[in-house]
């Protein structure tokens, strides 16, 4: 089994759409392992995304993610890693394949309702930077 770091981000979570979205994850066979509801902190956000340090949608990002809360998750499945990239769509919605999260919910490639890790290495990284082992069940 392999594990993903997922989050609703904060759109997501000012529309109401917790519930909405973790059914779909729990309809697709994932299992929620860990969770935590936070407001990511500029430091937060900023070391998330440092890859994307210096792209003109960096600080847009940023001012986003910080603009609320976001519900961070722990999810686990099998091949979990492709199988939540392509129940949640493409980054831009308009690109998005019908029935995916960010195609039904997603307002822009920003206001983009959920996140994914997509490798193995990015997954691991990710669920550190938010989980330390013992609140991960
Ligand atoms: P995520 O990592 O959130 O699952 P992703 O892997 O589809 O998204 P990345 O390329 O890692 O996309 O970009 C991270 C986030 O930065 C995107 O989810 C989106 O919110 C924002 N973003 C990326 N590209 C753009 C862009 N061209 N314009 C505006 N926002 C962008």
Do not use: W
């Not at 729990?26 to 210096?54: P, S």
Request: with cysteine.
């Amino acid at each position: 089994l392999e594990r993903t770091l997922s989050m609703i981000k904060p759109d997501a979570v000012g529309k109401q759409l917790i519930g909405t979205i973790l059914q779909r994850f729990e309809q697709a066979g994932f299992t929620v392992v860990a969770a935590k509801l936070m407001q990511l902190t500029r430091e937060q956000a900023e070391g998330f995304y440092a890859e994307h340090e210096g792209r003109d949608f960096y600080e847009p990002l940023i001012e986003f993610m910080t603009s609320g809360p976001t519900m961070a998750l722990v999810l686990q499945g099998e091949d979990i890693i492709p199988a939540y990239r392509e129940l949640i769509g493409k980054t831009d919605p308009t690109q998005a394949a019908a029935g995916t999260i960010r195609a039904d919910f997603a307002e822009s490639t920003r206001l983009n309702a959920v996140h994914g890790s997509d490798s193995p290495e990015s997954a691991a990284r990710e669920i550190a930077y938010f989980f330390v082992d013992d609140e991960i069940c």
